[in-house]
């Protein structure tokens, strides 16, 4: 080899290069395969669809009676390993709770009404974009062995 012969740092480039290639395919099939449980994203989709129609059914009949037995039934349908956090309101009149089996916890004091809304929940807050009208949101919670989901909806 023949001094100044640049064919041997080639190579080594080329390898780090392929090695760094390789490492960044393997860290990104690891942290897409993180995906949510498949139970979580029916459940976020029924309540997007089921608490709509019931808000909007209350709006005609000018009561909170039935999403307030739509969000305690659904929390116990979602199950014990789940928590769901209802916000609801409009204007300047929003509250926000949760059930634990039938017993209704008012979580209001973890609202902030601004031009959006904002909700704490264990030192993390949830923006919600404030509409015009009656507004429903909810947050869902799992701990699945050591990992915790949280799903806006």
């Given at each position: ?6 064919s041997g740092q080639f190579y080594l480039i080329a ?139």
């Amino acid at each position: 080899m023949k001094k100044g012969d640049k064919s041997g740092q080639f190579y080594l480039i080329a390898a780090m290069i392929i090695a760094t290639i390789i490492i960044g395919f393997a860290l990104l099939n690891n942290s897409s395969s993180n995906n949510l449980p498949t139970d979580l994203e029916e459940l976020v989709e029924e309540l997007n669809i089921e608490g709509e129609k019931v808000l909007d059914y209350d709006l005609v009949h000018s009561t909170n009676y039935f999403i307030d037995n739509f969000s305690r039934d659904y929390s116990i349908y979602a199950g014990e390993d789940k928590d769901i956090y209802f916000i609801i309101g409009e204007e300047n009149s929003f509250q926000a709770y949760k059930y634990d089996g039938t017993e209704k916890t008012d979580l209001s004091e973890n609202l902030i009404v601004d031009e959006n809304i904002l909700f704490q929940l264990n030192g993390i807050s949830y923006e919600f974009k404030k509409e015009k009208g009656n507004n429903f949101y909810f947050l869902l919670t799992k701990t699945n062995e050591d990992e915790n989901y949280v799903i806006s909806g």
